[in-house]
């Protein structure tokens, strides 16, 4: 059999594509890496606080994704609607870690002019895993 080049590329393409979906996660997965980064357990109480308050900006986390998260949300800004943040309510959040870690650090900075904290990040996500 004479060596056809192109399998190789295909190859690769078979071999590769696990690699593609790595960046998929749970809510529960995530904010075990979260609470590992922050060296401490994730306080549901805690997430619940500083979800719905202000940190020095005009926004909360609550203003964009409501004083709820169970319902779809509403941008303070654009009016455009936001899917519900809250697992329970919507089975593809934090499901996704690169898309995760995108919103956090856009809205993080939206709200409190820097990024969440991954203690922060922790607690967030363990008070949204309790509302059902
Ligand atoms: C100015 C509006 C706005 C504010 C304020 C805001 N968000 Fe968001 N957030 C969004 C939008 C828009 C999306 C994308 C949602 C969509 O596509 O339905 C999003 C998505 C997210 C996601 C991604 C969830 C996923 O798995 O898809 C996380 C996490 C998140 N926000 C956390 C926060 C936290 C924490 C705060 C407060 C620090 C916050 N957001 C404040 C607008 C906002």
Known sequence: MTFKPFLLPMLILVTQAPAAQAQATTPAQLQKAYEAAAGSPAQVERGRVFFTS?????????????????????????????????PAFNPKAFTDERRVEKWFRRNCKDVAQRECTPGEKADVLAWLQTLR
């Open 54 to 86: 202000r940190h020095g900006a005009e926004w909360s986390c609550a203003s964009c994704h409501g004083q709820l998260p169970t319902g779809v949300g509403k941008h303070a800004v654009t009016t455009k609607s936001i899917d519900p943040l809250a």
